[in-house]
């Protein structure tokens, strides 16, 4: 009875172990219809499924963008950030430094928008550098616009959030403001600032990106197994 009671006990702490093992937290955005304010919203609901589907159980908390980055990359507590755009940049797997990327769980489709009364035209990277383009700060945007920022080419106007970013092109403080089309549209309906300038904006017909949502996953042995159940259950 010793010896049963000895091995009902290991079992019962490797039950409790394995249960701690099978559980993560990640870090968001409120980037509503996204993620929302409370955590909820389309991609929290894909990530948590997916995690679900691979027997973890995932908690998500919303901080600002930059901390969000920040925390997922330097506090073990915290496993990744999502929804990233994916930067090659950044992708240890291709040789960056930042972080493992998991394969995408969905699309964000990226574009300009603008005052309908002055309408920005371009085809070509270089046709913005005839504007000033408002950007979120901390914001992946698309690869050779941001790069073209960061150098000076195209002039930028800073926002804190994309809501800031829509009022300031309403306002003229820049001529068309990066954005994704489907917060602009959610916040056009839910923003009362937003709502009140919505029916003198528009979307510009050219997209800058169609860009792929993923998980951003710490460099480490934890991060890569997380990463790895993900995709798995994911295909």
Not at 201 to 213: P, R, V
Request: net charge negative; hydrophobic share 45%; with cysteine.
């Amino acid at each position: 009875m010793k010896t049963l009671a000895i091995v009902a006990g290991l079992a019962a702490s490797a039950v409790v172990a394995s249960a701690q093992a099978e559980s993560l937290q990640l870090t968001t955005l409120e980037w509503p219809p996204y993620v929302m304010s409370d955590g909820s919203g389309a991609s929290s609901e894909a990530v948590i499924a997916t995690f679900k589907k691979a027997g973890i159980e995932a908690s998500v908390q919303v901080f600002p963008w930059n901390r969000a980055i920040n925390l997922a990359e330097k506090d073990p507590n915290w496993i990744g950030v999502y929804p990233e755009y994916y930067s090659a940049a950044d992708d240890v797997d291709n040789g960056g430094a930042r972080c493992l990327y998991s394969a995408s769980f969905g699309t964000s489709p990226v574009g300009f928008i603008q005052r309908a009364d002055s309408p920005i035209t371009w085809s070509t990277h270089d046709d913005l550098k005839a504007y000033t383009i408002g950007v979120v700060r901390g914001y992946t945007n698309e690869e050779q616009f941001d790069a073209m920022v960061a150098a000076g080419d195209i002039s930028a106007e800073m926002a804190d959030d994309d809501a800031q970013n829509i009022l300031k092109v309403a306002g003229s403080r820049a001529d068309a403001g990066v954005v994704d089309r489907l917060v602009f549209e959610h916040l056009a309906k839910n923003d009362p600032e937003v709502a009140k300038v919505a029916g003198t904006l528009s979307f510009n017909d050219t997209l800058l990106a169609e860009h792929s949502l993923h998980i951003c996953f710490e460099n480490s042995e934890a991060g890569k197994a997380a990463r790895d159940k993900f995709n798995a259950a994911l295909n």
